[in-house]
């Protein structure tokens, strides 16, 4: 699941937002979002400030 | 009476109408997003859609585009009163409320494209969820990574299909210190100056 590429990544899960193959994954999801083969997956670490 | 022709002459003749046609929403009106308010009301965007419930405070004033005058007014009707300063022709829509996914239509449902310049990273991601599960087609250009001072060459742009982010992507905010003027505009710069491009590119 995509919560266990956080773990594996050691990210903070609040202040993400991720993508995979394109889609957005909601933070609600994460615990039961598999991630298929080949996926691709992006990470974004979103920064206070503005 | 400002002249119409004269104010503007010299404009992208391609470019300028599509940007006289749009309507571009910029969720806050602090850092990021009175500096980014400012840029695009100068480009010639016909609509802005501008949203903060905040009010000016002397703080502020070290990145923010409004005055001493100003302090203590909501954000919204000050940059509304400098923008018209300089642009008697724009259309702006301004909303002193706090954006949430509820009200997220309402506000910016009718935008062409929406820019994030929230303040905490947690209502950029709320902002970024909710528009993209609302709106999946329609552009968001989020500011992440701003504070501090120099270090300009590792700000960059990044696009994730409809969603864009401009910043370092690592600046945390320092305890006790605000961002500061210089980078906070040339992220909203960036991220004003990707609004234009995408319009246009839209449009194509």
Redesign the interface.
């Known amino acids: 699941m995509v919560r266990d590429a956080l773990t594996l990544m050691n990210y903070t899960f ?4 991720i ?1 995979l193959n ?1 889609e ?1 994954v ?2 609600e999801d994460y615990d039961s979002t598999p991630i298929p083969e080949n996926a691709d997956l ?1 990470v ?7 | 009476m400002t002249d119409h022709e004269k104010y503007f002459s010299k404009r992208d003749p391609i470019a300028f109408p599509i940007w006289q046609k749009a309507c571009v929403g910029i969720a ?1 009106a ?4 009175s500096n980014i308010a400012i840029a695009l009301a100068r480009a010639g965007i016909g609509t802005l859609v501008i949203a903060d419930f905040d009010t000016v405070s002397l703080e502020n004033l070290n990145r923010q585009q409004f005055s001493l005058a100003q302090v203590g007014q909501p954000k919204v009707q000050a940059i509304a009163e400098n923008i018209r300063a300089f642009n008697p022709f724009i259309e702006l829509i301004t909303y002193y409320d706090k954006v949430t996914p509820t009200n997220l239509p309402k506000l910016f449902g009718s935008c062409d494209l929406l820019l994030e ?6 209502q ?2 709320m902002l ?2 909710a528009w ?2 609302e709106y ?1 087609l329609k552009h968001l250009i ?6 501090g001072y120099g270090r300009g060459e590792h700000i960059k742009i ?1 696009h ?2 409809y ?1 864009h ?1 401009v ?1 370092d ?5 320092q305890p006790e210190i605000s ?1 500061i003027a210089p980078r ?1 505009a040339a ?1 909203a710069n960036l991220q004003a100056n990707l609004a234009l491009e995408l319009l246009v590119k839209n449009h194509e």
């Not at chain 2, 602090?30 to 997003?33: I, P, R, W």
């Not at chain 2, 310049?117 to 947690?122: E, G, H, N």
Request: hydrophobic residues 40%; without cysteine; aromatic residues 4%.
């Open positions: 609040k202040m993400l937002v993508k394109g957005l909601k933070k992006k974004i670490h979103l920064i206070s400030g503005g | 806050g602090g850092g990021l997003g310049a929230f303040d905490s990273a947690d950029k991601a970024i969820e993209t599960a999946p989020a500011g992440s990574g701003l504070s990044e994730f299909g969603l982010v910043g992507g690592i600046s945390e905010l961002p906070v992220v």
